[in-house]
């Protein structure tokens, strides 16, 4: 069974330019997380998709930050327009419920110069 | 603020001991928790569940918890070089994750 797919495995981007990142989890999972994590921290979430929508976005900057997850599948998280602070990995997750065990994509290293 | 607290390290254990890395949490009501695995440059994977008071044993890993405390704990018994990484604690209604604990094991 394929893991969660997550491109590109690497981006960098002069700061102010937007960038996007792209998430296909696991087969018939249909939840779906999108996590920031900094050098020594823990992943912090930004937002959670039950299929389509969006039922945990509070952590989300909605100024420079969107998602969508069109048709409950794949999902892709963008930033416009990233900021410096924003370099750090992002790591998308999938779970199948009622199982809340969550399974991690590679991620993706983003340096903002 | 839901807080997940770890013992910041580094653990530094030798090869062969047991390894106990501790975990607290804010919020009372919470049910399920997890301990990941994170090698250096890796994305954390799934060590344990533990969703009840007591203990969880799994090979070599040994899962405690007691909600009364509102702490969890992961010991890794006969500790191998390949345990070395990160080990992170995560509180899932809040998907929560501590900031981690880093565990060295020499040989």
């Known amino acids: 069974e394929a893991g969660v797919v997550q491109s590109p495995r690497y981006k960098i981007i002069e700061k102010k330019q937007p960038v996007a990142f792209w998430c296909n989890p696991i087969s018939g999972h249909n939840t779906l997380y999108w996590y920031l994590q900094n050098l020594g921290q823990g992943p912090e979430l930004l937002i959670r998709?039950?299929?389509?929508?969006?039922?945990?976005d509070s952590q989300l900057p909605k100024d420079r930050f969107s998602a969508e997850r069109l048709k409950g599948v794949d999902s892709t998280l963008k930033i416009q327009p990233a900021e410096l602070g924003d370099s750090a990995v992002y790591l998308c997750?999938?779970?199948?419920?009622?199982?809340?065990?969550?399974?991690f994509g590679p991620g993706t290293r983003l340096t903002v110069l | 603020q839901k807080e997940v607290e770890q013992n910041s390290g580094p653990l530094s254990v030798p090869e062969g001991a047991i390894a106990s890395l501790n975990c607290t949490y804010s919020?009372?009501?919470?049910?399920?928790f997890f301990w990941y695995r994170q090698y250096s440059g890796k994305s954390p994977e799934l060590i344990m569940s533990i969703y009840s008071n007591g203990d969880k044993e799994d090979g070599r890993f040994t899962a405690q918890l007691n909600k009364a405390s509102q702490y969890v704990s992961l010991l890794i018994r006969d500790s191998q070089p390949s345990d070395s990484a990160t080990y992170l604690c995560a509180v899932n209604e809040d998907m929560r994750f501590g900031a981690g604990t880093r565990l060295t094991v020499k040989p």
């Open positions: 919020d009372r009501g919470s049910q399920s």
């Open positions: 998709y039950e299929n389509e929508e969006a039922v945990d």
């Open positions: 997750a999938s779970s199948l419920p009622p199982s809340d065990t969550q399974y």
